[in-house]
């Protein structure tokens, strides 16, 4: 399942894939797998990203 909710809260910031993975410590294929719904993080990376992002797990991690 994509992650679009991921990918608008990228968006919003103006902030590239690349960047994204470079704030979280991970590779740039690893957050296009993510949003893709290629790769399910790891709660640590879910929560690294949300705190990149200034977003809750729930808004951005939480099937609806």
Known sequence: MK???LKAARASFDM????????VGVS???INAIEKG?????INLCIA???ALNKTL??????E
């Not at 590239?16 to 704030?23: G, V």
């Not at 290629?38 to 790891?42: E, F, I, L, V």
């Open 16 to 23: 590239s894939q690349q960047e994204l993975a470079d704030k």
């Open 38 to 42: 290629d790769y399910n993080p790891t």
């Open 49 to 51: 990203i949300c705190k």
């Open 3 to 5: 992650n679009l909710k």
């Open 58 to 63: 729930d808004e951005l991690f939480w099937a």
């Open 28 to 30: 740039r294929q690893t």
